[in-house]
Structure formats: structure tokens, C-alpha cells
């Protein structure tokens, strides 16, 4: 019974471990477009001096 649970609660963490990488993933590429919008705006603003 405590193998099944202690397998139980391993299988858990290591779901909750790949979804947060996926979130973190995720979260990084909106951070990087964010960085691009940024970077277009401030070449518009250079251009237009």
C-alpha cells in the first residue's frame, strides 16, 4: 500500500514538473515577443528622427 502511494505521489510531482516547464516555455516566448515589439517601436522612433 505505501509503494502505491509513494508511486502515486512521484507520478504527481513529476506532471506538475513538466507543466510547469511547459508554462515556463511558454512564458519565456511571450516575454521574447514582447522584446520584438519593443525593438520594432524603437527602430519606427529611430527612423522617424
Known amino acids: 500500500m505505501m509503494k502505491k502511494l ?3 505521489a512521484l507520478m504527481l510531482g513529476f506532471i506538475a514538473a513538466l ?3 511547459n508554462t515556463i516555455e511558454g512564458m519565456g516566448r511571450d516575454v521574447s515577443k514582447g522584446g520584438e515589439k ?3 517601436a524603437a527602430q519606427d522612433v529611430k527612423e522617424g528622427m
Do not use: M
Request: charge should be negative; aromatic fraction near 0%.
Open 19 to 21: 507543466s510547469a516547464c
Open 6 to 8: 509513494l508511486a502515486g
Open 38 to 40: 519593443v525593438e520594432d
